[in-house]
């Protein structure tokens, strides 16, 4: 069974950083779409950052700059590398893994919470 497991939350000061982790088991990470997502109270879920089984990166416009997602294939995680943090990006980070095939396959890790607040 896919299980993906995030870590490295906490709270920050405004201007600080922190690294997200997510470890993934029973994914090739070749085959899948990995990337976090973010929700804060009362708005919806978006798109933080993803990477493409080929290593393709996409970014937020709201985080690029700032934010670096990566991968370590041999190790089978996830990071993501979050600088000049802003209390913007206050919200629940969540892991997700993606694969576009018939059925396609989506799987999410329980999410991670990260406050940026003096």
């Known amino acids: 069974q896919v299980q993906l497991v995030e870590s490295g939350g906490g709270l920050v000061q405004p201007g600080g950083s922190l690294r997200l982790s997510c470890a993934a088991s029973r994914i090739i990470f070749s085959s899948y779409t990995m990337a976090w997502y973010r929700q804060a109270p009362g708005k919806q879920r978006e798109l933080v950052a993803s990477?493409?089984?080929?290593?393709?990166?996409n970014y937020a416009d709201t985080v690029k700059g700032r934010f670096t997602i990566s991968r370590d294939i041999a190790k089978s995680t996830m990071s993501l590398q979050m600088n000049s943090l802003e209390p913007e990006d206050t919200a629940v980070y969540y892991c997700?893994?993606?694969?576009?095939?018939?059925?396609?396959?989506?799987?999410w890790g329980q999410g991670t919470q990260v406050t940026v607040s003096s």
């Open positions: 990477i493409t089984g080929g290593g393709t990166t």
């Open positions: 997700n893994a993606k694969q576009f095939t018939f059925p396609p396959r989506d799987y």
